[in-house]
């Protein structure tokens, strides 16, 4: 298995709700026929996709899903995008769990849940800068 995350799908309750969320945020939607709302990130997509078809496509019940303990995580190029970037996801009706503030590893950062609780960390980690598309890794790119 090489190393790398294609698609992230996040089950929807409402999907046109939390479509539109992600659509408040600036994102574009990619043509997508098969009934997941897409959008094109940087080396993998985002898909939402209604819960009750994504437990139908696992085979298990929604209970079963549980609600891990996971969070996806946006960086930036400076901290004061990370202020910003929280105030346009509380417009869109994200609940803000924690402020933009300094934190212990030495960057600048904030928490979000969207309007169906997936939690996103908004970051500014100046250990780990940008690739000039955007593109993220661990500790930087290095010198090229």
């Keep these: 298995m090489e190393q790398r995350i294609s698609l ?4 929807a309750r409402d999907i046109e709700r ?3 969320f992600y659509d408040a945020l600036g994102w ?3 043509p997508s026929p ?7 990130l940087i080396g ?4 939402l996709y209604p819960l009750d078809k994504l437990v139908e496509d696992i085979g298990l019940p929604v209970d079963a899903l549980g609600c891990g303990a996971s969070t996806l995580a946006h960086n930036l190029r400076d901290r004061a995008e990370v202020g910003e970037v929280l105030s346009r996801a509380e417009i869109a009706g994200a609940r803000i769990l924690k402020p933009a503030q300094e934190v212990f590893w030495g960057g600048y ?4 849940a ?7 960390e908004i970051a500014y980690n100046p250990f ?4 000039e598309d955007g593109a993220f890794r661990w500790m930087g790119y290095g010198e090229a």
Excluded: N
């Design 44 to 47: 993998q997509t985002l898909g």
């Design 18 to 20: 939390l479509s539109a």
């Design 109 to 112: 950062h904030g928490y979000f």
């Design 8 to 11: 992230i799908t996040l089950g």
């Design 28 to 30: 574009s939607r990619t």
């Design 128 to 131: 780990s800068p940008l690739r």
């Design 34 to 40: 098969d009934g997941v709302i897409a959008y094109d």
């Design 114 to 120: 969207d309007p169906e609780g997936h939690i996103w």
